[in-house]
C-alpha cells in the first residue's frame, strides 16, 4: 500500500489516520432520527416540541436528545432510548444513505494506506446495522461508539480509545465531523479537525468551534491530504493552535 501524501494545507507531519464521525458526516440519518425520535416522544405520551427540527438532534448523543427536553429520570430515559433505538434500526435502513462522493473516497483513501476509524455517539447496534446496510463495514480499521466510553463527545474519551487501538500517533490523525462536539473531541484529543458543511449543525456555528479545516464536499477531504486538487472552493482555515486540553467542554 502506498503511504499517505503529506498534509500540504497545513504544513504538519504527514496524517496517516482519519476518524470520522457518523450520523450527518458520512451518513445521511437526519430523518430517520427525527422520526424515530418523533415516534418515541408519542409512545410515551409526550408533547411533540414544535417543530422538532434538526437543532435538537446535531449536537447531542441520543440520552441528550431526551435531556434537553426535561426527561431526567434515569429509568425513564433508558426505557425511552431503548425503544428509540429499536425504531431506528426499523426505519433508518429504508431511508438513510451515504452522502454524495463518501464511498468513492473512502475507498480512495483505504487503497492508499490511511487507516481509517469511526467516533460517533451513535450506538453500537445502530451503526453495526447501517455499516452493514451501505457496505462499508470492512472499510475501517475500528470504530468507537457512545456506549462504549464512559463519556461520549465532545470529551476525549473516544478519540483516545480509537488512537489507542490503532496505535496512532494523534499529531498525524485527523477529525473529520458536522458537529462542534467533534471539534472540541479532536482538540481534547489533540487531533487536528475538520468540519463538514452538509450535517446538522451550522457551518458557521462549526467555524466559531475554531477547526483546523473546513470543506463543502466530501472529496475536498482529498485537497487536506494532498491526494489531488478536486476544488478551487475548497475552504481552509487557520485558528490559532490550540496547545492543551479546552478547560471547558460544551454540553452535549
Known sequence: MRSPMKNLNSGSKPVDTVVFDFDGTLADTLESSLLAFESTLLQFHYELPKPITKDIYGAFSI???FRCLGISDSDL???????????????????AGLFPDVRLT???????????????????????????????????????CADEVSRPKPWPDMGKKV????????????????????????????????????????????????PNFAITNFQQLLDILGIAKTSSEFLSIFPSKTTGISETLPTC
Open 63 to 65: 440520552e441528550g436528545m
Open 77 to 95: 430515559q433508558s426505557k425511552m432510548v431503548l425503544r428509540y433505538n429499536e425504531l431506528y434500526r426499523e426505519i433508518a435502513p429504508g431511508i
Open 163 to 210: 488512537l489507542s487501538r490503532l496505535d496512532a500517533d494523534p499529531n498525524r490523525s485527523l477529525m473529520l465531523g458536522d458537529s462542534v462536539c467533534d471539534i472540541e473531541m479532536a482538540r481534547n484529543t489533540r487531533m487536528e479537525s475538520c468540519a463538514v458543511s452538509w450535517g446538522a449543525t451550522p457551518i458557521e456555528c462549526l467555524l466559531e468551534a475554531s
Open 106 to 144: 473512502l475507498n480512495l483513501l483505504k487503497d492508499r494506506g490511511f487507516c481509517l476509524a469511526i467516533a460517533t455517539n451513535e450506538h453500537r447496534e445502530n451503526l453495526d446495522m447501517l455499516l452493514r446496510t451501505f457496505g462499508i463495514d470492512q472499510i475501517f480499521d475500528t470504530t468507537c
